[in-house]
Structures are given as C-alpha cells and as structure tokens.
C-alpha cells in the first residue's frame, strides 16, 4: 500500500498517527506530495485524488481511497488490533459521534481560520475572506471550550477508552500552533489530556 501525505499537514497526519497508535506504519510505502509546491494540483496526482487533497492510501490494487477518516475505516479492517474505532454498536457510534464532532466543529472550523486568515495559504485560499476566517475562529474557540468542558469528567474523548477521536483531536488542538494559538495552554482540563495524549508517544515518528 502507498499513503500520499504530506508532512505535517493535519489530515494525512490522522491517518498516519493512526498507524503509529496500530503499531503499522511500515505497512504503508510514504509517499510526499507538497502541498506548498502544489505538487498536489498534477494531472498525475489528481488521477489518484480527483479533488486535489491529501492524504490518498493507494491499494495494491490500484483501487485509490481518499478522505483521512475513510482511510482509517479500511486500515481498522486490515489491522483490527488495537482497536481505535469501537468494537460493539454502541461504541462504534459513541466514538464516531465524537470523532465527527471534532472534525466538524473543531478542526474543520480551525482550518476555516487558518485558510482564510494566514498567508502562507493564500496561494491555496483564493480571495482568503476575513468574515470566513473570524467565523472559523469564533466556532473553534467555542467548540475548544466544549471540549475542555467534557474533559474535566472524561479521561478519553469518547467511550472511556483511548480511540481515534483522542488522535483526531490531538492533531487538531496540536496544529493550531500555526496561528499562534495553543487551546491546550487555555483550558485546563484540554491541557491535561493532551498531556496524557502526547505521553503515550503515538504521535513521534
Ligand atoms: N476531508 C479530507 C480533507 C483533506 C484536506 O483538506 N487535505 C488538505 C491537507 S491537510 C489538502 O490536501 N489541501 C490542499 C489544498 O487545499 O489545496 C480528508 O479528511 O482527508
């Protein structure tokens, strides 16, 4: 299997965080696509990733999967163990529900922010919009809060136990460092769990 990500880029960090936490990244070949150098907007690479985004896992059939989190539903099938996505319904709908709201309401409206506000993405977010950037920046902090809120009962995002809504969150709290912002330093309890995230190591490569 070939993964095309891009380094420190949030979303093909989900996928390969995710790998790290399954004990697998040596079971993907990766592949570096700079974003930067638009190296992802080729006919070659769109012939993989029609919508010109990272990360793309490509199977050893060709058959290409774009979308960080379908990506991980194929990669939970292929190596079951640890688990990371819930293992009876009821836990595999308490994670997914969490694990959609961070996207959703946390790391989607960070990057709303970041698109539209900071410079370095101008070449990618054209025209940026301030009203886009402080709408994305309002729902982040607010959701930021929920979060830190829920945290200050629970030692894991979802279903009492360490899933891939901890690794989802993680790379978002942990990639709003580019606009200067550490929501971990803020809010307590947010700061404690991140702490315990980055103690387990799923994150070092
Ligand atoms: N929903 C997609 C989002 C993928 C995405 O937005 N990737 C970013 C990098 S983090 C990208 O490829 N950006 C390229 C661009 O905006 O031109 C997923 O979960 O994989």
Not at 150 to 177: K, M, N, P, Q, W
Request: charged share 25%; hydrophobic share 40%; glycine share 6%.
């Amino acid at each position: 299997m070939k993964l095309y990500q891009s380094p420190k880029a949030p979303n093909p960090d989900r996928v390969v965080f995710f790998l790290r936490a399954k004990g697998k990244l040596d079971a993907v070949e990766l592949i570096d696509v700079s974003i930067m150098d638009q190296e992802h907007k080729t006919a070659e690479y769109r012939a993989l990733s029609p919508y010109a985004q990272v990360p793309t896992l490509v199977l050893d059939d060709g058959t290409a999967i774009t979308e960080s989190r379908a990506i991980c539903t194929y990669l939970e099938g292929v190596f079951p163990e640890p688990n990371l996505m819930g293992t009876d319904p009821k836990e595999k709908a308490l994670i997914e529900m969490w694990d959609r709201r961070i996207e959703l309401m946390f790391f989607i409206q960070f990057a709303g922010w970041f698109r539209n506000a900071h410079p370095m993405m101008a070449p990618l977010e054209v025209p940026q919009s301030p009203e886009a950037a402080a709408k994305g920046e309002k729902a982040a902090r607010t959701m930021a809060k929920r979060l830190d809120d829920h945290l200050a009962t629970h030692e894991f995002v979802a279903a009492d136990r360490f899933s891939i809504a901890d690794i989802t969150l993680y790379i978002g709290v942990g990639f709003c460092r580019v606009m200067q912002w550490q929501p971990q330093k803020e809010h307590e309890s947010l700061g404690r769990w991140y702490d315990a995230m980055t103690a387990r190591g799923f994150a070092k490569g």
